[in-house]
């Protein structure tokens, strides 16, 4: 089956770090990755994604490239700010095999919280 | 705006009793679907409709019942209530894609959520 493993949190940053978040995946196929955020109260919102190896998803100055070789999705920012407070998912979508709509896999989610 | 929605927001009820929560998406999209998100945040896929057809319905007891009345809504009605189906219950919705059967993006657009609460 199909499972994604992030790290565990709550991580702790101050303003202007660089941030990590590292995320692997075991996937019976060949999945779409994704990263979404929630933020305090609110529902999930797509950060990014990517659909094959080697692709790089980027939005709001984060990122994360698709690693075939390692599974990986890991996020990076080069400079954290407060906003940016929110708890992370890491996500796949296994390929559609022409009958049915993937539900995501999700991993268990980062809290990360950003210190002025 | 175009968006999911849900309804309601909250919902505090009694064990044992019967509730729904709808689902409207105005996205044009033919699928939808159901998450619960635990206390400790985890997210997992319950129901999803594709065309108004059932596609997946993972372990989830048989007093949830998914009604999908046309492509645009998705209803979540849980009968006899229990303490632990407390939670956050997350709609979603996306436009299943069949380019030359290669499974592309399914990216899912998500509703507010609707955090239910069994006293």
């Known amino acids: 089956g199909n499972s994604v493993t992030q790290m565990e949190g709550p991580v702790t940053l101050s303003e202007e770090a660089f941030l990590t978040i590292n995320c692997t995946y075991t996937?019976?196929?060949?999945?779409?990755l994704f990263w979404y955020v929630q933020y305090p109260g609110e529902g999930l919102q797509l950060l990014l994604k990517?659909?094959?190896?080697?692709d790089k998803g980027s939005n709001k100055g984060f990122e994360a490239t698709y690693r075939k070789e390692t599974t990986s999705f890991h996020l990076e920012k080069g400079s954290v700010q407060v906003s940016d407070s929110a708890v992370y998912f890491c996500a796949l979508s296994d390929r559609y095999s022409g009958g049915g709509a993937d539900g995501l896999t999700f991993g268990k989610g980062t809290h990360l919280i950003i210190q002025p | 705006d175009t968006a999911v929605s849900q309804t309601p927001k909250y919902l505090v009820t009694q064990m044992g009793n019967d509730k729904s929560i709808k689902c409207e998406q105005n996205?044009?999209?033919?699928?939808m679907y159901w998450y619960k998100q635990d206390s400790k945040k985890f997210l997992k896929i319950m129901f999803s409709?594709?065309?108004?057809?059932?596609?997946i319905n993972e372990t989830v007891p048989n007093r949830f019942s998914p009604k999908s009345p046309d492509k645009a809504h998705l209803n979540l009605h849980i009968n006899s209530l229990e303490l632990g189906d407390s939670a956050v219950y997350f709609c979603?919705?996306?436009?299943?894609?069949?380019?030359?059967?290669?499974?592309?993006?399914?990216?899912?657009?998500f509703g507010p959520g609707t955090r239910l609460t069994v006293l």
């Open positions: 409709y594709n065309n108004k057809e059932l596609i």
């Open positions: 996937a019976t196929g060949y999945p779409s």
């Open positions: 990517a659909t094959k190896a080697d």
């Open positions: 979603a919705s996306s436009q299943s894609m069949l380019a030359g059967g290669l499974g592309l993006l399914n990216e899912q657009f």
């Open positions: 996205l044009g999209h033919d699928t």
